[in-house]
């Protein structure tokens, strides 16, 4: 059994999913560089890595996916032509969010075999060490990073950590679910998880938000995965494995600041307004529209 509590210094990003529900928006261009107010979603994700302090992000890509590795690259000649027009706190912007040299890697799921699958992609470049993995799907805004509060858990704790959410009971069966020991507590042992669970059969109300602190060993278990919920290879059901079959711990971890599924045209729209309303520079302007408008 693995408790290593060795720190968190690589953070997984699956990133090759289609967008189909946001066609035509995404048939030329990844759902990620979608912007929720003049960031694309995946860059709020790496920022909240970041905050945390993940020094690696390797991102799994597919096909059409070309431009999220330029969005974290440098531009050369967006760079020298914002210099020579004296566009300081521009180009500022640009070298605060550049991750650093070989701090990036990309590689491409080959096919859309699921969740699970996009991760056991990443174990070559992860090797041997636990991994903080993020679904770019899902906003987590709050004072502190999800991911940071996550981090503070797996110290104390050591092993796999879940963030997770209270969902009404009509749409559990919509995620992952855990049971835990102590409903109430910031932080919990998981008895059970279950993905997807159809209606009226979930252990609690608590869903997968969509963050993770995982053990290197999920690798081996999601080579071997075959196939579940919705015909895919699901992460849940090799962490199901790693808990049960390897005897590893998992501890849920509460998340409770607010959730934007950016999967969801309302999710993406509802995170757009509350990003912006947040904003000072924004807020008093864009609640003056909102007025006009509802
Ligand atoms: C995935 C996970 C699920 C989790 C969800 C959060 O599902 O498999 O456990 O609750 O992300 O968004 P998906 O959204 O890929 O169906």
């Known amino acids: 059994m693995s408790t290593s509590k060795r720190r968190i210094r690589k953070a997984v990003f699956p990133v090759a999913g289609l967008g189909t529900r946001f066609l035509p928006a995404t048939k030329a261009m990844p759902k990620e560089m979608l912007t929720v107010v003049d960031r694309p979603v995946i860059q709020h994700v790496v920022d909240e ?27 050369f000649e967006l760079e020298q032509t914002l210099q020579q027009r004296g566009k300081m706190s521009e180009l500022e912007l640009l070298a605060r ?40 799907d899902m906003l987590h805004a ?29 749409q559990t069966h919509q995620y992952g679910i855990v049971g835990v020991e102590d409903v109430k507590a910031k932080v919990s042992r998981i008895t059970k998880m279950v993905e997807k669970p159809p209606r009226g059969t979930a252990p609690s109300n608590l869903h997968i938000t969509g963050r993770y602190i995982l053990q290197p060993e999920i690798f081996d278990l999601l080579g071997k995965q075959t196939k579940g919920a919705g015909g895919e290879i699901q992460l849940t059901d090799s962490m ?49 529209e909102l007025r006009k408008l509802v």
């Open 142 to 170: 709050a004072a502190k990073p999800c991911l940071a509060d996550m981090i503070e858990a797996y110290e104390a704790h050591g092993g796999n950590h879940i963030a997770v959410a209270p969902v009404p009971e009509d």
């Open 97 to 136: 969010d550049l991750p650093g040299a070989g701090q990036t890697s990309f590689t491409r799921q080959q096919a859309p075999l699921g969740l699970g699958h996009a991760v056991w992609c990443a174990r070559e470049i992860v090797g041997d060490e636990p991994f903080a993995l993020l679904l770019p």
């Open 240 to 288: 199901i494995t790693l808990a049960e079959a390897a005897n590893q711990p998992f501890h849920a971890v509460r998340f409770d600041g607010q959730i934007y599924d950016c999967g969801s045209k309302i999710g993406f729209l509802t995170a757009n307004l509350a990003y912006a309303l947040a904003r000072e520079d924004l807020a008093p302007a864009l609640r003056a």
């Open 49 to 75: 890595a970041r905050a945390a302090g993940i020094e690696h992000f390797i991102f799994i890509t597919g096909r059409n996916k070309g431009v999220i590795e330029d969005h974290f690259d440098s531009m």
